[in-house]
């Protein structure tokens, strides 16, 4: 046990050390093109959804905005800090009893849905590899606060003789996840162009959630201090539950995103 604790310590006074090079700050932000599929399938009423029977997306094509920022300092033991920001939107189609309300929407006439995301994510993390031989590896921990605003619209749909109409419904729930984070990053040798990506994951082998992309960026090296870049990358996000009772969730959104950066 003590031989495990000082081996523990010894990664960490060389995580902690490879992380207290120099100060940094770089920014971004751009657009996301994203494709949302999948669907949400509940039976116990709870949750954002708020819903006893499916949600299925209709696979519109959404353009989101994002931003982030990178705090890099030369403090030992404090982790660095990187922070980000971004929407998420989707319209689809829900069926069944919604929000606990007396009324059961068959699939034929489904109401029409839209789910608004905002996330952030509060990313601690250490930086292993600091450009060494041009290569850039940081390793942390991000918690991600998702902010959800579900209305379903109104439908009307026929029993028998008795036509129903549903009213409408909305809610808006925050679920805060814990996720692995990881990020590398190349920078290629007499270029201003940079290969990086990062992901943000969990998972018991049954339910999964992530978040990751890869991009290219080109810095505008002419600028001493403050230096320009452009970066154009592909990002998905994933989530995928099945409890086997309550909930079943298989819902992705990618697509190309492009933004501008700044490095201080």
């Known amino acids: 046990m003590k031989k495990l604790v ?15 090079d120099f100060a940094r700050v770089e920014l971004g932000g751009g657009m996301w093109q ?14 954002a959804l708020s819903l006893n029977g499916t949600y299925t997306s209709s696979e519109k094509e959404a353009t989101d905005t994002y931003a982030w920022i ?6 030992p033991i404090i982790p660095n800090l990187r922070l980000e920001y971004v929407t998420v939107s989707d319209e689809g189609k829900t069926s069944g009893k919604v929000g ?5 929407i068959p699939a034929s006439a489904a109401a029409p849905t839209t789910i608004d995301m905002t996330q952030y994510d509060v990313i601690p993390y250490y930086n292993i590899l600091d450009n060494t031989f041009w ?8 918690i991600k606060v998702i902010e959800s605003d579900v209305n379903v619209g109104t439908t009307t749909y026929t029993t028998g ?3 129903t109409t549903f009213p409408g ?22 270029t201003n162009i940079g290969i990086e990506a990062d992901v943000k994951a969990i998972t018991d082998g049954t339910n999964t959630m992530y978040d990751v992309r890869a991009k290219v960026d080109y810095t505008l090296g002419f ?3 403050i230096q320009p870049a452009i970066e154009v990358g592909y990002r998905i996000q994933k989530l995928k539950i099945d409890d086997g009772t309550d909930a079943q969730v298989d819902l992705d959104y990618s697509g190309v995103y492009a933004g501008l950066m700044l490095r201080f």
């Open 100 to 104: 606990g309300l007396p009324f059961d």
């Open 6 to 20: 000082t081996t523990c310590a010894l990664g960490a006074l060389l995580a902690t050390t490879a992380s207290a």
């Open 34 to 47: 994203q494709t949302p599929k999948g669907y949400a399938t509940r039976t116990d009423g709870d949750g």
């Open 169 to 190: 419904y909305s809610s808006k729930d925050t679920t805060a996840i814990p996720l692995l984070y990881a990020r590398g990053r190349v920078e290629i040798p007499a």
């Open 135 to 142: 290569i850039t590896l940081d390793l942390g921990l991000d």
């Open 70 to 75: 990178l705090i890099k300092h030369p403090l």
């Open 161 to 163: 003789i008795i036509s």
């Open 223 to 225: 600028i001493p201090v």
